[in-house]
């Protein structure tokens, strides 16, 4: 059973800085595209950035292009999202999660991936 835990959340001005981490366990690692995906109150889960099982490529959505990257290491069996220049409508819960063999076409969609992590709270207010 493929296991996903996230941390790294918090409270932290506009313009500031988070790392995220997702560690997953319980499988081969390298076997798993993973996803970050938010979800604000009263809002729809939206894809937020997805990086292939061999790290080579990553997606974002628009409006998190050029403020966050996501990175994997394998060695780790971790995922990162480090977000820069955060504004208050990046307020969420952030969640990863992992799929093996998710074709290009579905990286932005929430169904495509098989496991997902519980979430960390991340709060951008002054």
């Known amino acids: 059973q493929v296991q996903l835990v996230e941390s790294g959340g918090g409270l932290v001005q506009p313009g500031g800085s988070l790392r995220l981490s997702c560690l997953v366990s319980?499988?081969?690692?390298?076997?798993?595209?993973v996803g970050w995906f938010r979800q604000a109150p009263g809002k729809e889960r939206e894809f937020v950035a997805h990086?292939?099982?061999?790290?080579?490529?990553?997606y974002y959505a628009d409006s998190v292009k050029g403020r966050f990257t996501i990175s994997r290491v394998n060695a780790k069996n971790t995922v990162y999202l480090q977000m820069n220049v955060l504004k208050p409508d990046d307020t969420a819960v952030y969640y990863c999660?992992?799929?093996?063999?998710?074709?290009?076409?579905?990286?932005?969609?929430?169904?495509?991936?098989?496991?997902w992590g519980q979430g960390t709270q991340v709060t951008v207010s002054s």
């Open positions: 999660a992992a799929g093996a063999g998710i074709i290009v076409s579905s990286v932005r969609n929430a169904g495509a991936y098989a496991y």
């Open positions: 319980g499988s081969t690692f390298s076997r798993y595209a």
């Open positions: 990086i292939r099982a061999t790290g080579g490529t990553t």
